[in-house]
Every structure is written in C-alpha cells, then in structure tokens.
C-alpha cells in the first residue's frame, strides 16, 4: 500500500499522544487543573462538539456522569439552534479541533454571559475558541492533513486527562497513558501486517455497522465518520443497545458490523451480539481483547475501560485507509467539505 499523508498521521499516533502527555503535565497544566476546578464546582456541565470532536468528547461526559457530576452532551448545532438555554449556569465544555467551526464560534458568543464559566478545548492556541473561553485547554497533539487523526485521539487523551483532575485520578491515569504508547504502535504496526484481511469486509454492498456501548460508543460514532470522510462508504454509528431495539431486522447474508467490546461491564453484552449476527449470518468484526474463543476478533491490548477509545479506534482508522485504497480514491482528501467549517449554510 503507498504511503500517503493519512498513513503518517496513523503511524505517528504514539508520538502526537506523547506530546499531548507532556504538554497537559507542563506548560498546559494550570489550563488543565483550572479547567478541572471549575468542573469540581459546577452546579451543571454541557459538553459540546460536532463531528470528530463530538465523538471525541463522549468518554469525558461518560466519566463524569459517573462521578455524579450532572452533565449532559448535545451537538454544538442542536445546542445553538434549540437547547441553548441548558447553559444557563452551567460550565460549558465547547471542544473543536480549530477552535473556529461556525457553530463553536457562535455557541460561545451566545452562552458566554448566560453559563457559569466555559472551557474552550482546542487544538489552536491562537484561536477564537482558546482566546475567547474562560480558559483555553490546548490538547498539543501533531497536526493531521484533513481527517482528525492525531488530534482525534489525542482530543480523548486531554480530555480524560481533564477527567481524571476531577476526580482526583489524575497521576494515576497519566501513568496509565503513558504506558500505552507503546502499544498504539505496535497495534499499528500489527494491524497494517494485516490489513488486507479486510478486503472479504468490504465486498458487501450495504453500509457499515459500527456498534459500541460506554466510552466506546466514541469508537462507534468516530468510527462511522473515519469511513464516510476517508473512503465515502455509507456507515451507521449506534449506540449496542439501540440495535437491539429495532434495526437488528435489516441483518442477512450482505450485512457487516464491526463490534467493539473493550474489557468492562458491557464486555459481555456486545459478546453476545456479535454471537448473536454471526448466528443470522452477517459478517462480522470484534474489536476488543481476543479471548472469547470462536468469534472473528480484530485483537486489541486491555487496557482500561474508559481508556479503551485510546485504542480500538485504531484498527477502524486502518480500515477506512484500506477501503479507500481498496476503491481507488485519492487517500485523505475531502470532496465537498472544508477542514474548517465556517459556513452553516452553504459549502
């Protein structure tokens, strides 16, 4: 397979996620344990984004609703155009990897004087969102060409930093982090030594399944947008349960899913759908920790659930580079829409 770009920006994952390690543990920690103590001290939080960062932000919301903190996640153009008035009093989380998307921009300008305080999490210093909020939290992840790659995970690396300030985790989960990179890579390096295995996947013409539950329903969502920016294939992210609930009726023979199944609570639950679709005879592939026995696993380290974002994205990134390749598209490129989306009404 060519190299391209977007290979680079996976490749480089370890490296950017050390940078994100060492600039919240340095010149980005009195952002970090601000931003914590304002979180610590909220009557209410609304964390917000649209697309990757969106996905992003689903194990920080996860991991503080778990600590009983109220707090809510709504996508940035819903917030603006129809919940704005949930930031009222509340310290709102804003995540964008510019820092200048149109519906950031204008979210921030309206909730400013009605929310408690807001936390502007970016990759951009120098942006309206880092210069604007109450406080700026910079991830400092390597910049990517087009596709949130580098900034994708570590948005999830900075924010479950910010998590762990909360909660009093912080030295612990740092630790944790740090003895990961080493297997981002040589998950890298595992899954590209494999990475023709996907070829039989795509050959189904019907969308891509992605289902996940807890801090890896982010995997799902992010998941789905990795195959629709990188290889514009029709793929659905959903939350395990909601599949059940009703679309479970459209598997056959052409249906294809990929399960992700961390080490965790619901480990089991997402075991026995994936069980459950090879069963009606759907392809399937399972992201987790491969000691289940039959079931066709893409096999992934254990680590910690809420860490698991960290790394079961990264077989998806792998695959959407394969497909695209696979259908001969020009690699990390976008067709339609802008790396920075500064228009809600026109592209």
């Not at 977007?6 to 919240?24: C, G």
């Not at 920690?29 to 960062?53: E, M, P």
């Not at 961390?262 to 009606?280: I, M, S, Y």
Request: some cysteine.
């Amino acid at each position: 397979m060519n190299e391209s770009r977007l290979l680079q920006d996976i490749t480089n994952q370890e490296q950017s996620l050390a940078h994100v390690l060492a600039h919240q543990s340095g010149k980005g920690h009195d952002a970090l344990t601000k931003s914590a103590s304002f979180l610590q001290n909220a009557r209410k939080v609304v964390v917000t984004g649209i697309g990757a960062s969106l996905h992003a932000a689903f194990p920080l919301h996860y991991e503080l609703a778990a600590h009983g903190l109220d707090s809510v996640i709504v996508e940035s153009g819903e917030l603006l155009h129809y919940q704005e008035r949930l930031c009222s009093g509340a310290v709102v989380v804003l995540v964008s990897r510019s820092g200048e998307s149109v519906e950031i921009v204008k979210l921030l300008s309206r909730v400013k004087e009605i929310s408690q305080h807001t936390i502007g999490v970016t990759n951009e210093p120098e942006s309206t969102l880092a210069k604007q909020a109450s406080v700026g939290l910079i991830v400092g992840s390597l910049a990517d060409e087009m596709v949130a790659i580098q900034s994708y995970t570590g948005t999830v690396a900075a924010l479950m930093l910010l998590a762990a300030a909360v909660t009093g985790d912080l030295d612990k989960t740092h630790t944790e982090m740090i003895a990961l990179l080493p297997l981002v890579t040589a998950l890298i390096a595992t899954n590209l030594d494999l990475i023709e295995d996907w070829d039989d996947f795509f050959k189904a013409a019907s969308p891509i399944y992605l289902l996940g539950r807890g801090p890896s329903y982010a995997s799902a969502l992010e998941g789905a947008l990795l195959f629709s920016e990188t290889a514009k294939e029709p793929a659905v992210g959903i939350a395990s349960g909601s599949f059940r609930h009703g679309p479970v009726e459209i598997v056959d023979a052409n249906f294809r899913a990929i399960v992700f199944a961390p080490q965790g609570k619901t480990r089991d639950l997402n075991l026995g759908l994936a069980e459950d679709l090879v069963k009606f005879g759907a392809k399937v592939c399972v992201v987790g920790p491969d000691d289940a026995g039959a079931l066709p696993f893409i096999d992934v380290p254990s680590v910690p659930e809420k860490l698991a974002p960290l790394i079961d994205i990264i077989p998806v990134q792998l695959a959407a580079l394969r497909l695209a390749h696979w259908k001969g598209l020009v690699i990390g490129k976008f067709r339609y829409a802008p790396q920075v989306t500064r228009n809600e009404m026109n592209f």
